[in-house]
């Protein structure tokens, strides 16, 4: 989701992983003296096409079974317990914070587990070549987390946010940024604290090849969201009632920080390209800056600001260094955000976590495809797209657009998805291609029912008005 925790105590490789997120908090220590450095930071993350992989990121909520509670982090229970499980068991190395275990990175660098600020569980997965190689990856990660979690009395809830814990019932994670961003939130959004505690996303991050291919990639993308909100809704209960939405964590991004959240106008220019992205990044405000271990709250000073020595008396080492960079570009949180690779981030999570990506994937690493897609989307303009946006956490698929709704859009794409995939004919042992982990989305646009609309009729009709059995059936 937000906030990927870098390791202190190593320089990055390569800084990111190529198509997957960085982990944890880094150190690269390169000094920045222009804004050309920072243009050149994004356009190293051009690659040919064979050099393409697919990182798929997915949260979920644990809770003990016994009252279906949250998980604090310490206790004999605890999640601090389980990751220094799935440490034994993975060999993984540890991500430590103040002492405390947060997180956990294969030695390699191909992936990640860490935690979000109420506990959220995220796989930060290697970057792949197929959906075939995630399928396994998500398989295999769901059955080490049950063999560790299962004598703990945990299990994990997937779905877009919480539908009954309270804010103020969920525990805090021990990660030092945290408390700086608890402090923040209430300043600039009412839904900031709701969004950290309360939600759960599955995401994809795709490459491009140049400059060109990522502005095109971007602007599809960007223009897409709505759909893939639409497509992906599952959060339609806050404290163990409906909310009147079908994804509730939607609605939380649009009042969480409308500084760094959203459909961002400038993309839209047929001349986007990656002094743009930055531009904007440079004005928005900082969260922290890391030196020798040490979070300095930032967050009144601009990374603009910083460039020209705001913080000169405030932090040691004050000249910023790509690590700095870095770490600021994932405190930005666009529908899509640029790294060196593009994050789709407008999803809820929940059971299409390989889903996601075959969507993605299908619509963007075929040309045919994205030159299909971009015809779909090339007269969208920013006024249309942002109403879209704002209508679709209540009405999903059925959100109007000009004379039709998100519907007929999600089948047309579904369709590009698929011809695109079928042209990648990327088949499993059992000779089936990746268009097969499309066919729960085919089925949402045949049935026009979201996941959030059958959780609602089941509550309505099956449950009692009663929230405790979406614990049972939406567990993963």
């Known amino acids: 989701m937000f ?68 998980v604090p982090y310490g206790g004999k229970n605890g999640i601090h317990v389980l990751l220094e499980g799935m440490q034994s068991m993975l060999g993984w190395e540890p991500v430590m914070d103040a002492g405390n275990i947060i997180g956990l990175v294969e030695p390699t660098g191909s992936g990640a587990i860490s935690l979000e600020p109420g506990g959220q569980f995220e796989l930060s997965g290697a970057p792949l070549a197929t959906i075939h190689q995630t399928y396994r990856e998500v398989q295999a990660h769901l059955a080490q987390i049950h063999e560790i979690a299962t004598p703990l009395g945990i299990r994990f809830l997937g779905i877009g946010a919480s539908p009954e814990w309270t804010l103020d019932g969920i525990p805090s994670m021990p990660k030092s940024r945290y408390k700086i961003m608890k402090a923040y939130m209430p300043r600039v959004g009412h839904h900031g604290l709701d969004m950290m505690y309360r939600t759960a996303t599955i995401q994809v991050n795709l490459d491009f090849s140049s400059e060109k ?111 700095d960079w870095i770490n600021h570009l994932s405190t930005l949180f666009p529908e899509v955000r640029l790294k060196r690779f593009l994050e789709m981030r407008g999803s809820d999570g929940g059971p299409g976590i390989c889903a996601l990506p075959a969507y993605w994937v299908g619509l963007l690493y075929d040309d045919e495809a994205l030159t299909e897609a971009e015809t779909l989307v090339k007269d969208w303009t920013y006024p249309e797209v942002k109403e879209m946006r704002d209508h679709v956490p209540a009405f999903a698929l059925k959100t109007p657009f000009r004379n039709i709704t998100l519907l007929e859009l999600a089948r047309e794409t579904l369709k590009i998805s698929r011809k695109g995939l079928e042209k990648r004919h990327h088949l499993n042992q059992k000779g089936h291609d990746e268009t097969l982990f499309l066919e729960s ?36």
């Open 441 to 476: 989305l085919e089925e949402t646009i045949m049935c026009g029912k979201t996941t959030a609309e059958k959780m609602l009729s089941e509550y309505h009709n099956i449950w009692n008005a009663s929230i405790e059995p979406i614990f049972l059936k939406y567990a993963c």
């Open 3 to 70: 906030f990927k925790e870098f390791n202190q105590k190593k320089a990055c490789k390569d800084s990111e992983l190529e198509s997957g997120t960085m982990v944890h908090d880094t150190m690269d220590n390169k000094k920045i003296y222009n804004k050309e450095a920072l243009i050149d930071y994004l356009a190293q993350g051009c690659k040919p096409a064979t050099q393409w992989r697919i990182g798929t990121e997915h949260e979920k909520f644990p809770f003990y079974v016994d009252g279906n509670l949250p």
């Open 213 to 323: 291919d990522m502005r095109r990639k971007m602007q599809i993308s960007m223009k897409l969201q709505p759909v893939a909100t639409a497509l992906f809704a599952s959060s339609p209960f806050t404290e163990g009632k409906p909310n009147g939405l079908l994804s509730w964590r939607s609605e939380i991004w649009r009042y969480t920080d409308n500084n760094r959240t959203g459909i961002l106008p400038f993309v839209f220019s047929p001349k986007f390209g990656f002094d743009d992205y930055v531009e904007w990044a440079l004005d928005i405000p900082m969260y922290f800056v890391l030196r020798d271990g040490h979070y300095y709250d930032t967050t009144d000073i601009t990374f603009r600001q910083f460039m020209n020595g705001a913080l000169k008396d405030r932090i040691p080492d004050s000249q910023p260094i790509i690590s």
